[in-house]
């Protein structure tokens, strides 16, 4: 009876001797070996033929995952990210001392055998049999090539990679018929090459032109003897040989593989003692995988992109499928990214507040017409670290922004002038605008049944002056909320709806936006990417553009490239020219006088809008030109901060307003961003004033009252009264709330909405 181990498996020796059988056999039935040894096994290994030839012969070799590259719209580099980095080179692209290297040390006799070699079969035996363990395999690269490809079709799923690297006698046997089949339809070099491009060689490097940038900062093909030895040397366990870990260790073994590379002939033995006593040479990269590691403070673009590609279905049916492709790499995406407008936005954001500040802030610019966003970012950094984080303040829940985006407070407004003019209201519409009224009912609805004010709820204006009646201009510029719940009343909800719909705003959520009157006053949270979106249709005369991020992508795959489809700008009519133009017109007033002046661009055409919500827990500017549009929101990301008595980036605001923080950040992004750039103009409309005479002496009272009501905050009254042009949206209001909730609680009795 043969002996056992305690564990009731074969011995060392009877395993040798199994896969010494197997081995011999497969070599003697499908290459014709002639040995003695087959005819000593003939009949008990009879049986095995059979099996063996049942084995599947077809190795299924699967596009080896490559880095991919994120590019800016003039070819810079903005990351790499990848699963695996790897780079796909020719063997012509790698050094003859890296090929000569690999070869003696893991299979010197490779140019000599063929799938199988018997000589090392035989020598591991014998040396397994006098040890009494396994201490030495006889895989050729050729075999160890189809292990490397059965773990590179395990991807990351712990189960499959420990089936494809489990050591047993049946693996042996598949993997030996599939090296095989390898031999015969690929040949010595194109194994070699792509051996060199499969194997892994530690510290997150996959093939060899990885490895070489990895600890020698250059391309395989300028690797010189040393530093072939050294990466040849790892190859047969990355972590105990780790130049950058253990610099003794990997030493002795590049040593090993030198004085191998001389035994075989592949250099002098004086070349190999030389090499012995030039020290490692190490130049390391480290690995600079994912957006986290994007320059230009690109980092929240580079992960927006990554989400479009993943949320795209022109990328693949399903979200799978498309994770396969982008974790599959080899990809070079051209995206619409403008490295001066990037570090334009970038520069303003941190001149303006501090990563450390307790509030944030978010910009986010897209070009009018196209739909190209040139420029994303935010003053909290892509991190997990204190003051950083992974939320991109600038999009929706669903591109991995916030969870509700932020009120808007009344930068929401100009959707509502614009809905009543396409519903045929004139620019000069007039309402009596009292100081403070009860939200008007019934107000008709898109579903037919209308809102009515059941609670009784109130909205107040601003300031106790302000009275009106009051035109559309004059209430657009001082943000007069009865106003506006007036227009609303008046054209009913749906057309605001339709209007919110055609500029494709939605909540920071992806929900729709509640069809209620407070909406109207910028209750709900949207996003800056949105809100900047549908401010482009303004400046582009009524032409709403889907934002897109990239431009166009190529992927390796081997060595081939292919071009695949992107998301294209879907670009619609969302209101008439003359509606645009009427609005541009009224929005240029905000920036030519009042407290938008402060973020008035001085050389060009420009409009714009500001916000402040309820207990000033958001503060917004969103404003244009014909040919780039801007939102900035200043803010907390949680909305527990109320920006009264604040320190931003190291200025004192005793209260911060739309044109005092948001407004500065917006005018020098944009001026960084257009510098060089034309300068077109609006096509603007006459709008009458009111009769300079009317109600003059109450206009006298009112700019009194404001003077009186306005606090000091350092401004020098650039910014005009509380309120004024810097607009706002509204809370919940407290106990007299509006149903549909609201993201934040308001301090007054009602949504009333702030400027």
């Known amino acids: 009876m043969p002996k056992k181990r305690s564990g009731g498996g074969l011995s060392p020796t009877q395993q040798a001797a199994k896969f010494l059988g197997v081995s011999v056999l497969a070599g003697a039935v499908l290459a014709g070996i002639a040995l003695p040894a087959v005819g000593a096994l003939g009949l008990a290994a009879k049986g095995s033929v059979e099996g063996f030839d049942a084995l599947p012969a077809n190795l299924k070799t699967p596009p080896l995952s490559q880095r991919t590259t994120i590019l800016d719209a003039e070819g810079g580099t903005i990351a790499t990210v990848y699963s695996r980095d790897r780079t796909v080179v020719d063997l012509k692209d790698i050094s003859p001392y890296m090929q000569k290297a690999i070869v003696a040390i893991e299979d010197s006799r490779f140019y000599e055998h063929g799938a199988i070699d018997l000589k090392g079969v035989l020598r591991a035996l014998n040396k397994n049999a006098r040890s009494g363990e396994v201490s030495e395999g006889a895989s050729t690269l050729t075999q160890q090539y189809v292990k490397n490809v059965f773990v590179e079709e395990a991807g990351d799923d712990p189960t499959k990679v420990a089936q494809a690297t489990q050591q047993t006698i049946g693996r042996k046997i598949q993997e030996l018929k599939l090296?095989?089949?390898?031999?015969?339809?690929?040949?010595?070099?194109?194994?070699?090459?792509?051996?060199?491009?499969?194997?892994?060689?530690?510290?997150?490097?996959?093939?060899?032109?990885?490895?070489?940038?990895?600890?020698?900062?250059?391309?395989?093909?300028?690797?010189?003897?040393?530093?072939?030895?050294?990466?040849?040397?790892?190859?047969?366990?990355?972590?105990?040989?780790?130049?950058?870990?253990?610099?003794?260790?990997?030493?002795?073994?590049?040593?090993?593989?030198?004085?191998?590379?001389?035994?075989?002939?592949?250099?002098?033995?004086?070349?190999?003692?030389?090499?012995?006593?030039?020290?490692?040479?190490?130049?390391?990269?480290?690995?600079?995988?994912?957006?986290?590691?994007?320059?230009?403070?690109?980092?929240?673009?580079?992960?927006?992109?990554?989400?479009?590609f993943l949320s795209d279905k022109v990328f693949g049916k399903t979200r799978k499928d498309r994770a396969k492709v982008w974790n599959q790499g080899g990809l070079t995406i051209r995206t619409t990214l403008d490295p001066q407008a990037q570090a334009s936005v970038q520069q303003s954001l941190k001149d303006h507040v501090n990563q450390s500040d307790s509030v944030a802030a978010a910009s986010t610019l897209v070009e009018p017409g196209t739909g190209k966003v040139l420029a994303m970012g935010q003053t909290k950094p892509y991190g997990y670290g204190k003051n950083e984080t992974e939320i991109n303040y600038s999009v929706d829940h669903g591109m991995g922004g916030s969870n509700y985006g932020f009120p808007t407070g009344s930068t929401f407004k100009p959707f509502v002038a614009a809905a009543a003019l396409e519903e045929g209201r004139p620019a000069t519409q007039e309402y009596s605008s009292p100081y403070e009224m009860p939200y008007p009912e019934p107000v008709q609805t898109c579903s037919g049944k209308p809102w009515m004010n059941t609670a009784g709820e109130k909205v107040p204006n601003e300031s106790e002056s302000e009275v009106?009646?009051?035109?559309?201009?004059?209430?657009?510029?001082?943000?007069?909320?009865?106003?506006?719940?007036?227009?609303?009343?008046?054209?009913?909800?749906?057309?605001?709806?339709?209007?919110?719909?055609?500029?494709?705003?939605?909540?920071?959520?992806?929900?729709?936006?509640?069809?209620?009157?407070?909406?109207?006053?910028?209750?709900?949270?949207?996003?800056?990417?949105?809100?900047?979106?549908?401010?482009?249709?303004?400046?582009?005369?009524?032409?709403?553009?889907?934002?897109?991020?990239?431009?166009?992508?190529?992927?390796?795959?081997?060595?081939?490239?292919?071009?695949?489809?992107?998301?294209?700008?879907?670009?619609?009519?969302?209101?008439?020219?003359?509606?645009?133009?009427?609005?541009?017109?009224?929005?240029?007033?905000?920036?030519?006088?009042?407290?938008?002046?402060?973020?008035?661009?001085?050389?060009?055409?420009?409009?714009?809008?500001?916000?402040?919500?309820?207990?000033?827990?958001?503060?917004?500017?969103?404003?244009?030109?014909?040919?780039?549009?801007?939102?900035?929101?200043?803010?907390?990301?949680?909305?527990?901060?109320?920006?009264?008595?604040?320190?931003?980036?190291?200025?004192?605001?005793?209260?911060?307003?739309?044109?005092?923080?948001?407004?500065?950040?917006?005018?020098?992004?944009?001026?960084?961003?257009?510098?060089?750039?034309?300068?077109?103009?609006?096509?603007?409309?006459?709008?009458?004033?009111?009769?300079?005479?009317?109600?003059?002496?109450?206009?006298?009272?009112?700019?009194?009252?404001?003077?009186?009501?306005?606090?000091?905050?350092?401004?020098?009254?650039?910014?005009?009264?509380?309120?004024?042009?810097?607009?706002?949206?509204?809370?919940?209001?407290?106990?007299?709330?509006?149903?549909?909730?609201?993201?934040?609680?308001?301090?007054?009795?009602?949504?009333?909405?702030?400027?």
């Open 179 to 308: 090296a095989i089949q390898v031999e015969e339809e690929l040949g010595k070099k194109k194994i070699l090459e792509n051996y060199l491009n499969i194997t892994f060689f530690g510290q997150q490097a996959y093939g060899v032109e990885a490895a070489s940038q990895r600890y020698f900062s250059k391309h395989a093909k300028d690797l010189n003897v040393q530093e072939a030895a050294l990466l040849a040397g790892i190859v047969q366990s990355p972590s105990r040989y780790d130049p950058v870990n253990d610099e003794a260790e990997a030493t002795k073994r590049r040593n090993v593989v030198l004085n191998r590379m001389a035994q075989v002939g592949d250099i002098s033995t004086a070349e190999a003692e030389k090499a012995k006593k030039a020290p490692l040479g190490l130049k390391v990269s480290k690995p600079k995988n994912g957006c986290i590691t994007a320059v230009k403070n690109a980092s929240f673009f580079c992960d927006y992109v990554r989400e479009v």
């Open 468 to 755: 009106g009646p009051y035109r559309l201009k004059e209430a657009m510029a001082l943000s007069v909320n009865t106003y506006f719940v007036q227009m609303v009343a008046d054209i009913g909800l749906c057309p605001v709806m339709k209007m919110t719909d055609a500029l494709h705003v939605v909540q920071g959520s992806g929900d729709k936006l509640p069809e209620v009157p407070a909406v109207s006053l910028g209750s709900k949270g949207v996003a800056p990417l949105t809100m900047a979106s549908a401010y482009a249709a303004f400046a582009s005369r009524g032409m709403y553009c889907t934002p897109i991020v990239i431009e166009s992508i190529t992927q390796k795959i081997g060595n081939k490239q292919q071009s695949l489809d992107v998301p294209k700008s879907t670009c619609s009519r969302a209101m008439s020219e003359k509606t645009a133009d009427t609005v541009n017109t009224l929005l240029q007033g905000v920036v030519d006088s009042g407290t938008g002046k402060a973020a008035g661009l001085t050389d060009r055409a420009n409009a714009g809008k500001t916000g402040t919500t309820d207990e000033r827990k958001n503060a917004w500017f969103v404003g244009y030109t014909p040919n780039l549009s801007g939102a900035v929101w200043v803010g907390s990301a949680s909305q527990q901060v109320q920006m009264k008595n604040i320190t931003i980036g190291g200025q004192y605001h005793e209260l911060v307003f739309g044109g005092a923080v948001p407004g500065p950040i917006w005018k020098d992004a944009m001026t960084g961003a257009l510098a060089g750039k034309d300068s077109p103009s609006f096509n603007l409309v006459d709008i009458p004033d009111e009769d300079k005479n009317k109600d003059k002496d109450k206009n006298k009272d009112k700019d009194r009252d404001r003077d009186k009501e306005k606090p000091d905050d350092g401004n020098n009254g650039d910014d005009g009264f509380i309120g004024g042009l810097t607009d706002g949206g509204t809370g919940d209001g407290g106990p007299g709330g509006f149903p549909g909730g609201n993201l934040i609680q308001g301090p007054g009795n009602g949504p009333g909405g702030r400027r």
